[in-house]
């Protein structure tokens, strides 16, 4: 039931989407045909002509809901087909990609715009000039949410809605980007161009790792949760292993399609592979591609609508600010360690000593019941204070000091007129 073929000739070539939970598919036509399906059970939940161009289509945080990137604007519908929203602020979209824990859809259009909406709320985040072009690929790193994006010079770009500047420029290709895919834990990115090379990234170094050579180069790039990875040029879909630790000589698995694909992508939690095509899709099997184990609590694949509808609250519930996203979040659970140390030094100040100078005391033990608890405790609060009592002698005797002082001078400067003095 996994491995099967869906012929729709009529309205290709198509693009597809996945749920988190990997249960049901989104396909969306380029000539207007839009269809939604429990793709385990083969149940439709509905189909639809929009009759306009179609760019892409993206599920949001649930199978409730899903967007479809239309030739004028942007369309938000129900899994019934019903239209919720039409969003005249995002138009020319190519390319959609939703952030789960944000509630935040991304948007790149043909005029060079990166646009985010809140889905929670239905408000504009964020819209930034690029200022780079038509932007036609675009991906997410699921670790850190930040946008990539591919350019026709040949660089990618890193996004942030804080900021109207990338975050990181890079130049990867000699010619333009086609495609980009990013593992599941943010830390490789692999990219195809149009001079033929498929190069893989480290994205902490910011440095290439691994770069081949295909024959007709790569269009469409996906990575699966268990490192897999797909590359589509033409009617031909190669599936490559461990591309980012070694020299892969051969492909993995090799398939071939009816029709130029348009798209694809790895199932989660499923060794299947959809693939869009100018005939239609066609689910792929792929030995190992899928994480066995799910998070039940997170995505599950075989929840109920109440459920569905208990997680939907706790995540609105406990949804990330776009504020905090950036190329480091693990930065914002450090301490701020030029703060504590002015905030230290005035506290020695004010004390007028270190309390973190010394290691805590610790009493001997002693025989014949002289280490009760309460005398440990007493012998630990005297020797505790003995640096406060000799710091306290010293500064009255310095005050004692001043005053005699100031008795001297006075005594000197006295005149013979201080007796008739009051």
Same mark, same amino acid.
């Given at each position: ?23 049901? /598919? ?90 985010? /909406? ?59 980007? =086609? ?49 897999? /990875? ?72 075989? =929840? ?88 306290? =002698?010293?500064?009255?005797?310095? =005050? ?23």
């Amino acid at each position: 039931s996994q491995y099967f073929n869906l012929v729709l000739s009529q309205f290709g070539p198509y693009r597809l989407d996945y749920t988190r939970t990997g249960r049901h /598919l989104l396909l969306g036509g380029r000539r207007g045909h839009v269809a939604c399906m429990d793709w385990h059970s083969k149940q439709l939940l509905c189909e639809m002509n929009v009759m306009e161009t179609i760019n892409d289509v993206k599920w949001l945080h649930s199978e409730a809901m899903f967007a479809v990137a239309q030739k004028k604007w942007l369309h938000i519908y129900d899994s019934l087909g019903v239209e919720l929203h039409c969003v005249k602020k995002f138009n020319d979209v190519l390319r959609l990609q939703f952030l789960p824990y944000h509630f935040l859809l991304a948007t790149s259009s043909a005029t060079g715009f990166l646009q985010y /909406l809140d889905v929670s709320v239905g408000k504009e985040v964020a819209a930034i000039c690029t200022k780079l072009g038509r932007l036609d690929v675009m991906s997410q790193n699921p670790q850190n949410a930040v946008i990539h994006l591919g350019h026709p010079t040949g660089t990618v770009t890193f996004w942030s809605p804080n900021q109207k500047e990338p975050l990181v420029k890079m130049l990867c290709h000699r010619g333009g980007v =086609r495609s980009i895919a990013i593992d599941k834990t943010g830390t490789y990115m692999v990219t195809s161009g149009l001079d033929r090379k498929l190069k893989v990234f480290d994205i902490r170094a910011l440095r290439p790792l691994q770069s081949y050579s295909l024959p007709a180069g790569a269009t469409c790039l996906s990575m699966s949760q268990r490192g897999l /990875l797909s590359a589509c040029a033409g009617d031909t879909v190669q599936v490559y292993q461990d591309v980012i630790g070694t020299t892969v000589r051969k492909p993995y698995m090799a398939h071939k399609v009816r029709g130029s694909v348009w798209g694809a992508q790895f199932c989660p939690f499923e060794d299947v592979l959809g693939i869009g095509h100018g005939d239609g899709f066609t689910s792929m099997i792929v030995p190992g591609a899928g994480e066995p184990n799910f998070d039940g609590l997170d995505s599950n694949p075989f =929840r109920s609508v109440k459920q569905r509808q208990e997680w939907e609250v706790k995540a609105l519930l406990e949804k990330i600010q776009p504020e905090l996203i950036g190329l480091e979040p693990a930065k914002l659970g450090e301490v701020d360690k030029a703060t504590w140390d002015v905030r230290h030094q005035e506290r020695v100040e004010r004390l007028g000593f270190d309390p973190l100078a010394k290691e805590k005391f610790k009493p001997r033990m002693k025989t014949k019941g002289r280490s009760s608890s309460a005398n440990v405790e007493k012998r630990k609060k005297k020797v505790a204070h003995e640096d406060q009592r000799e710091l306290i =002698r010293q500064t009255v005797e310095a =005050r004692m000091e001043q005053q005699k002082e100031k008795k001297v001078t006075a005594i000197g400067q006295r005149s013979a007129l201080d007796r008739f003095k009051k």
